[in-house]
T-cell receptor
Framework: EPEVTQTPSHQVTQMGQEVILRCVPI?????FYWYRQILGQKVEFLVS????????KSEIFDDQFSVERPDGSNFTLKIRSTKLEDSAMYFC???????????FGEGSWLTVV | GIQVEQSPPDLILQEGANSTLRCNFS?????LQWFHQNPWGQLINLFY???GTKQNGRLSATTVATERYSLLYISSSQTTDSGVYFC????????????FGQGTTLQVKP
């Protein structure tokens, strides 16, 4: 079964450093998402991306965050200057339509020290 | 925005028991999915069920969209069913965004 893949699985970074989390969505999917989950809490929506632009973003997704689809297969989340409170599991997801099943990757665990 | 409430927050079962998890939502939805988050943090798709009833092995789900709730049934529970079960709904924005509930933490004891 096709799956969403994410790298790295775990990253430790110093506060203030830039981080890029990478994702390869399922190949025929058109909608891409990033979510995050702080330890012990629920999963929160960050951003949705369609047709090479952001279609919706949450209030969490401030100017420190950006997304990019640099080629036909990758979808990245960049955090410009990490803060301690950015420590979380970040999930990439994709779907072939806005109302269809959304498939999640295994997550990238980010620890900011 | 849409509010999603799951109950119970925690559930402990003996292996072999059955259980029902509930998800209430505050507005009409165009997407509803149930996920199982395993101990490694992976979110496993269980059902895409904005309405109707589906079954997959020991699991089944029912969504009554007009009454704004969904139920996940687990029969003959096994220790591997342990983890957190999330309900997530999509609103009318058509961006595909999902709004997650707080989850139900299930522990199945041998």
């Amino acid at each position: 079964e096709p799956e969403v893949t994410q790298t790295p699985s775990h990253q430790v970074t110093q506060m203030g450093q830039e981080v890029i989390l990478r994702c390869v969505p399922i190949s025929n999917h058109l909608y891409f998402y990033w979510y995050r989950q702080i330890l012990g809490q629920k999963v929160e929506f960050l951003v949705s991306f369609y047709n090479n632009e952001i279609s919706e973003k949450s209030e969490i997704f401030d100017d420190q965050f950006s997304v990019e689809r640099p080629d036909g297969s990758n979808f990245t989340l960049k955090i410009r200057s990490t803060k301690l409170e950015d420590s979380a599991m970040y999930f990439c997801a994709s779907s072939d339509q806005a109302k269809g099943t959304i498939y999640f990757g295994e997550g990238s665990w980010l620890t900011v020290v | 925005g849409i509010q999603v409430e799951q109950s119970p927050p925690d559930l402990i079962l003996q292996e072999g028991a059955n259980s029902t998890l509930r998800c209430n939502f505050s507005d009409s939805v165009n997407n509803l999915q149930w996920f199982h988050q395993n101990p490694w943090g992976q979110l496993i798709n269980l059902f895409y069920i904005p309405s109707g009833t589906k079954q997959n092995g020991r699991l089944s789900a029912t969504t009554v969209a007009t009454e704004r709730y969904s139920l996940l049934y687990i029969s003959s529970s096994q220790t591997t069913d342990s983890g957190v079960y999330f309900c997530a709904v999509g609103d009318s924005s058509n961006t595909g965004k999902l709004i997650f509930g707080q989850g139900t933490t299930l522990q199945v004891k041998p």
